[in-house]
């Protein structure tokens, strides 16, 4: 099945900061989701981007489907964006396959 | 409803017994499915639903798992004789016809001692 990785693992950044999240992956998709889940544990849609690029304040995000990578972009960090984002291809079936994750910390 | 809701919140149960996990996803999607996450394996697909049928069930990781779906609507996971390998949070994704948006869940955490 189609693999993800999500880099880096970890990120601390100062509240403020801007940052690059990226996940690559190693076969054609159909869909991708970025996720961030926050400390309660629920799964929040960031965006829903098999290709191109889209903004949502100050989140955006990137794929290039023909070199099998997603980034995410946060701007202006906030503590609230803490947590731990993932990325989740969709290939051949219905399924998502689930990155690692990142998990970001902001401080204050 | 306003999302995908799931119950109960929090389960423990003992080791052996057989636990029940429900979820209601998002009136009118057509598209459920199961994924559950724990420590060790991260988030996993389980099973997905197109309206009641499953075509696909690969991700159930022993023969105690099962689900199934009525009315094209709730869906249960059953999980039989509980391990503690079994613990970890179940989560529920309901969408539109696929490839569309996948929405999630709070998830159930299930502890099995």
């Known amino acids: 099945g189609i693999q993800v990785e999500q880099s880096p693992p970890d990120l601390i950044l100062q509240e403020g900061a801007n940052s690059t999240l990226r996940c690559n992956f190693s076969d054609s998709v159909n869909n991708l989701q970025w996720f961030h889940q926050n400390p309660w544990g629920q799964l929040i849609n960031l965006f829903y981007i098999p290709s191109g690029t889209k903004q949502n304040g100050r989140l955006s995000a990137t794929t290039v489907a023909t070199e099998r990578y997603s980034l995410l972009y946060i701007s202006s960090s906030q503590t609230t964006d803490s947590g731990v984002y993932f990325c989740a291809p969709r290939a051949a079936g219905n399924k998502l396959t689930f990155g690692g994750g990142t998990r970001v910390l902001v401080k204050p | 409803g306003a999302g995908v809701s799931q119950s109960p919140s929090n389960k423990v149960t003992e080791k052996g017994k057989d636990v029940e996990l429900r979820c209601d996803p998002i009136?009118?999607?057509?598209?459920l499915y199961w994924y559950r996450q724990s420590l060790g394996q991260g988030l996993e697909f389980l099973i997905y639903?197109?309206?009641?049928?499953?075509?696909?069930k690969s991700g159930l990781p022993s023969d105690r798992f099962s689900a199934e779906r009525t009315g094209g609507s709730v869906s249960t996971l059953t999980i039989q004789r509980t391990q503690q390998e079994d613990s970890a949070v179940y989560l529920c994704?309901?969408?539109?016809?696929?490839?569309?948006?996948?929405?999630f869940g709070p998830g159930t955490r299930l502890l099995v001692l």
């Open positions: 639903f197109q309206g009641n049928s499953a075509p696909d």
């Open positions: 009136s009118g999607h057509t598209a």
């Open positions: 994704a309901s969408s539109s016809s696929p490839p569309e948006t996948q929405y």
